[in-house]
């Protein structure tokens, strides 16, 4: 075995020890929102009129706001795995902006777990900035594996360039979202839900556009 092959097969080796180090520490992340839940153990919600239904209700904002973080890092687990899919190793710098994503996640759940009524404006700033953050170091590491010849050898440029498309959504609605925190807790939340809708209309109709020049030039 050549020292070449040998890279190539302790690059493949690091990747799913990379892919499995994420894992864990996603779930590590779900188990800390977890905690969060309203609490039973002084078992007052015996005297409310619903009982454990009633506890929910009256905590029903600070569980949406839970519900969404969990989402979002739900969507940023998966656009971890969008990015790490299509890749047939890793090397050293590309595993520490993949780590360096992870931390900008971390930073999020911060600021989602310690503020979660938003009484203060740096908490939906900050989960914003960090999720943004998070997801263009995702992609600038996409870019160096496909620069740097990570990528499946099967993967044609056309395939590539989708992943780097798909994956723009993700950190563009959090960024973009950063400015309803400043209109107000009821923008910013509905953001997260109306932004990613627009900017995948916007995209659909971009494609639709470059589908009919390429046919029109034939």
């Not at 075995?1 to 994420?22: I, P, S, Y």
């Not at 999720?131 to 993967?155: D, E, H, P, Q, V």
């Amino acid at each position: 075995m050549t020292e070449e092959d040998a890279n190539v097969v302790a690059g493949r080796r690091q990747l799913r020890r990379l892919e499995t180090f994420l894992d864990v520490a996603y779930a590590v992340l779900f188990v800390d929102f977890i905690m969060y839940l309203p609490h039973t153990e002084d078992m007052g919600w015996e005297d409310l009129p619903y009982g454990l239904l009633s506890l929910l209700i009256d905590n029903s904002v600070d569980l949406l706001r839970l519900i969404i973080a969990v989402g979002l890092t739900l969507i940023s687990w998966n656009l971890t795995h969008k990015l790490l899919g299509p890749l047939d190793r890793t090397n050293p710098r590309h595993t520490l902006l993949a780590l360096l994503q992870l931390i900008f996640v971390c930073l999020f759940l911060f600021f989602a777990i310690a503020d979660p009524e938003l009484a203060s404006l740096s908490s939906p700033v900050g989960q914003c900035l960090s999720l943004a953050l998070s997801g263009f170091i995702g992609i600038a590491g996409w870019s160096y594996a496909r620069k740097n010849g990570l990528t499946r050898a099967g993967l044609s440029e056309t395939d590539k360039d989708e992943v780097l498309r798909s994956a723009i959504i993700e950190p563009m609605t959090a960024l973009l979202n950063t400015g309803f925190a400043f209109v107000g807790p009821g923008a910013w939340t509905a953001g997260w839900f109306g932004i990613p809708i627009v900017l995948v209309s916007a995209r659909k109709r971009v494609e639709q556009r470059r589908q009919r020049a390429t046919v029109g030039g034939r």
